[in-house]
């Protein structure tokens, strides 16, 4: 089945520390999306991508969809505590409904 | 304003009894995705569903769980004759459209833990 792999697993990081993550495919995905789980909470979407070679910003955040479509990453710049959590990259493609979730990559902040 | 409402949050079974986890999705959303995480896992798709209709079961077991999004009420995963191996956090999510653009609205989670 498809599978998305995040890099790193985990990330142990100071306040105001550049952060840099990415999620690989071997399957082509139309979409690309990140999304960020905090502790006991479900997750909630910080950035969606929709096309090849796109880059997109939310704030503190950038995201891009490669251009082979089968990676993307996610940046986050002057890292706050409140960074903290796993972020989860995940992938649609054209002949399914289902969207397919990453690994993820833990960040833990520190002051 | 309410989101997507889960409930129980926390569900507490014995082997061999069932649990049922409810989902409201977020009001005019009317499919419904459920999601299986393991213990520091990613989310496993299980089922996606619109009401009276099951879309997408391909990541449901095919032994003792099923769900349902009835044409009034919550949509229900029922899982019977529990397992330890059925602990886990399960997350309902719901989205407006038919159209999926993957962008969808989670609910808290509901965790059972099977003793």
């Known amino acids: 089945g498809q599978q998305l792999n995040q890099s790193p697993q985990s990330m142990f990081i100071q306040e105001g520390e550049d952060v840099s993550m990415n999620c690989t495919s071997s399957?082509?995905?139309?979409?690309w999306l990140w999304y960020k789980q905090d502790p006991g909470e479900g997750p909630v979407l910080l950035i969606a991508?929709?096309?090849?070679?796109e880059l997109t910003s939310n704030g503190r955040l950038t995201a891009q969809f490669g251009i082979t479509r089968k990676d993307s990453f996610l940046n986050i710049s002057a890292s706050i505590p409140s960074d903290v959590g796993i972020y989860f990259c995940?992938?649609?493609?054209?002949?399914?409904?289902?969207?397919?979730f990453g690994t993820g990559t833990r960040l833990q902040v520190f002051p | 304003n309410a989101g997507v409402m889960q409930n129980p949050r926390h569900l507490v079974r014995r082997r061999g009894q069932e649990a049922r986890l409810r989902c409201s999705p977020m009001?005019?959303?009317?499919?419904v995705y459920w999601y299986r995480q393991l213990p520091e896992e990613g989310l496993k798709f299980m089922v996606y569903?619109?009401?009276?209709?099951?879309?997408?079961e391909s990541g449901m077991p095919k032994e003792r769980f099923s769900a349902e999004f009835p044409k009034e009420g919550p949509s229900i995963l029922r899982i019977q004759q529990v397992v330890r191996g059925d602990s886990a956090a399960y997350f309902c999510?719901?989205?407006?459209?038919?159209?999926?653009?993957?962008?969808?609205?989670f609910g808290e989670g509901s965790r059972l833990t099977v003793l």
């Open positions: 999510a719901s989205s407006p459209t038919r159209e999926n653009t993957g962008e969808l609205f």
């Open positions: 399957s082509i995905f139309n979409t």
């Open positions: 991508l929709y096309k090849a070679g």
């Open positions: 995940a992938g649609l493609s054209y002949n399914t409904d289902k969207l397919i």
């Open positions: 009001k005019g959303h009317s499919h």
């Open positions: 569903l619109q009401k009276e209709n099951i879309i997408d």
